[in-house]
Structures are given as C-alpha cells and as structure tokens.
C-alpha cells in the first residue's frame, strides 16, 4: 500500500513562509518523480513543483518560480516544500503526488500516487 502524508499546512499573512512535508511510505521511491499540485476553491488542480528523486532536478510552474522550492531527504523518503513569498492568490489545499514517470507527473499532471492535501491559506 502506497501512502503519501503531507504535513505543514496552515493559515499565514501575505508576505510569509510556510514548509510542506510529504512522507513517502509502502515502496522505496528512489527512482520516483514527486512533485507538488495545488487546488483553489473553484478552480481546476494545478502543478506546483517536482523533483526527480535520483539526480535531484526540479522543475516549477511560472506562478511560484523564485519562491517555492521543492526538495527531498531520500533516507527519510520525504519531500519538502519550502513557500516564501507568500500570496493571497497561493491560498488552496496541497497535495503530494508521486510517479515513476517523471513525463506523467510533471507534463501530463496525472501521477499515479497522491496524498489527501493539506490546506494552505494566506491572508492579505
């Protein structure tokens, strides 16, 4: 059984930061793409982050790129999510998200792990 568990989330004003955790259990995902999506109210999910787990690369959407960065510890098999700059218009639930196909995670948005969110709300 894959699981994916995010943690971090909460309410914070325009302006300040917040860390996403997500903890990988039930296969070793050393050779597994993860990446973070992100769902407003009314809005369709979108792709945030991702990092390829064995090289390190990451790749971010243009809306968070210079403010976000995504990271990894591999021997906790965990992923991380580092928000600075936050903005009223970041406001929505996290969700982690993982996939052996870095393609299918980052390009077709359709990893086939995800974890349940988290809720991240910034206020102005």
């Known amino acids: 059984q894959v699981q994916l568990v995010e943690s971090g989330g909460g309410l914070v004003q325009a302006g300040g930061s917040l860390r996403l955790s997500c903890a990988a259990s039930?296969?070793?995902?050393?050779?597994?793409?993860m990446g973070w999506f992100r769902q407003a109210p009314g809005k369709e999910r979108e792709f945030v982050a991702a990092?390829?787990?064995?090289?390190?690369?990451?790749y971010y959407a243009d809306s968070v790129k210079g403010r976000f960065t995504i990271s990894r510890d591999n021997a906790k098999n965990t992923v991380y999510l580092q928000m600075n700059s936050l903005k009223p218009e970041d406001t929505a639930v996290y969700y982690c998200?993982?996939?052996?196909?870095?393609?299918?995670?980052?390009?077709?948005?359709?990893?086939?792990?995800w974890g349940q969110g988290t809720q991240v709300t910034v206020s102005s």
């Open positions: 998200a993982a996939d052996p196909a870095w393609v299918r995670l980052v390009r077709a948005g359709t990893p086939g792990y």
């Open positions: 990092i390829s787990w064995s090289v390190g690369s990451t």
């Open positions: 039930g296969r070793t995902f050393s050779s597994y793409a």
